[in-house]
């Protein structure tokens, strides 16, 4: 089993949302993050005055994948969230240990 862990922007939410459901991935958590990479933020002017934003709005998704999956799971995300722009996001594939179900204390892969 793998874990993926996709940080993308909050407006391709939906797309990837789909294109996973479609890819036959089931499940995700999703957390609201600020970050910054490359992108560096941008300048603003709030009432005359001129501040810069370094940490942008970006959502982070915590896929767990069979490992027959984890292609499959990338494509979709990546594919899903592309834009072409910096700060599209990106994708970090860690090994998962194990799942454990809480209502039937079930384990492995089968949870998934």
Known sequence: MKLLTAIIKP???DD???ALQLS???GMT???VK??????GH?????GNEYRVDFLPKLILYIAVKDESVDTAIKAVSEAARTGKI???KIFVQPLENAVRIR????GQGVL
Do not use: H, M, P, W
Not at 35 to 40: E, H
Not at 43 to 47: A, G, L, M, P, S
């Open 104 to 107: 039937t204390s079930e384990g």
């Open 35 to 40: 970050g910054f990479g490359r992108q560096n």
């Open 43 to 47: 300048t603003e002017i709030y009432r």
């Open 87 to 89: 700060g599209d996001g």
């Open 30 to 32: 999703l957390a609201e």
């Open 11 to 13: 407006f391709r939410l």
């Open 24 to 26: 036959g991935i089931e």
């Open 16 to 18: 990837v949302k789909n």
